[in-house]
């Protein structure tokens, strides 16, 4: 069977080609314009310039603009937005730590590869060109808004309650001094299941921000559970990607992560409220 365009499809590619220039503009990188005819049959039959359909259908029908882009994933995390799902990825997307599919975490490959952060290039588009052949890793996502995946895959020696059955009190101090030596033992993931109220988990976030952003050195949550009401059940876990962890003075527990990510369980749907570059963090445990 022949796969030469018809001279129909010649007309609606050069016409639609022109409507895409004027009205949107260059392909983004990261479209792949040969992978998004042959998952969809009905674009190539149809002849439209593939972009142009990806931001006029496509979106709305879940297409997938590469085979590393998963168009329904992303746009759960990013909400409604003015740019289809590809431009708003390269333009405000990588930089706010969301991911582009499970398969692929931005934060996490920028952690990993920090000559990539350092060149200003866009992850994706760094690991499809560059980095999947020379061998590099991509991390899996831990942000599906559908489903909890925070605590997927952790031993329970790794998932932390704060309060314990220690006491009421614990602080939380996010810091950059802590020492590589402090931390000698590894685990893929950490999770603090946390019981804070609404004004603790709204401060908590604030302080993941701020942190990540380089504006503080050092920012503690002291928390006191029997100073006043707080929710019956854990109301938010904190999950360290990639840690490092070590006992400190005084019984604090010290750890360093390439990752953090606040999820919030109060909703029906749990969701990310949080997420934070690698850094330092002390817990400590106020023993009555």
């Not at 603009?65 to 746009?75: C, E, L, Q, V």
């Not at 299941?193 to 302080?207: F, I, K, N, P």
Request: glycine share 8%.
């Amino acid at each position: 069977m022949s796969t030469k365009p018809t001279p129909r499809q010649r007309i609606v590619a050069s016409v639609t080609k022109a409507i895409r220039r004027l009205t949107i503009g260059r392909v983004p990188r990261l479209f792949d314009a040969d992978f998004y005819r042959a998952t969809y049959p009905d674009v190539a039959r149809s002849g439209v310039d593939p972009y142009l359909h990806y931001v006029r259908r496509g979106v709305g029908l879940a297409y997938d603009p590469n085979a590393d882009f998963d168009t329904a994933f992303y746009r759960r995390q990013s909400g409604p937005a003015r740019l289809d799902p590809i431009r708003h990825y390269l333009r405000a997307g990588a930089a706010a730590g969301l991911d582009p599919s499970p398969a692929f975490s931005t934060l996490m490959y920028l952690a990993r590869y920090p000559d990539v952060g350092r060149a200003g290039i866009n992850p994706l588009l760094h690991y499809r060109q560059d980095g999947r052949p020379e061998g590099r890793i991509a991390a899996p996502s831990a942000s599906d808004p559908d489903q909890w995946v925070a605590l997927a895959g952790v031993r329970a020696a790794h998932r932390w309650d704060y309060p314990s059955q220690r006491g009421p009190r614990f602080a939380l101090t996010l810091r950059r001094d802590v020492p590589v030596t402090a931390c000698p033992d590894h685990a893929p993931r950490i999770c603090l299941v946390l019981t804070l109220d609404g004004a603790e988990t709204a401060a908590l976030v604030e302080s993941i921000e701020g942190f990540s952003q380089g504006a503080q050195d050092a920012v503690t949550l002291d928390v006191d559970t029997a100073a006043r009401p707080h929710p019956p059940r854990p109301t938010a876990i904190l999950a360290l990607e990639h840690c490092f962890h070590g006992p400190g003075a005084d019984g604090t527990v010290l750890l360093r992560y390439a990752e953090a990510r606040l999820w919030d369980l109060v909703p029906e749907r749990p969701h990310l409220r949080a997420i934070g570059r690698g850094g330092g963090l002390s817990v400590r445990e106020t023993v009555p």
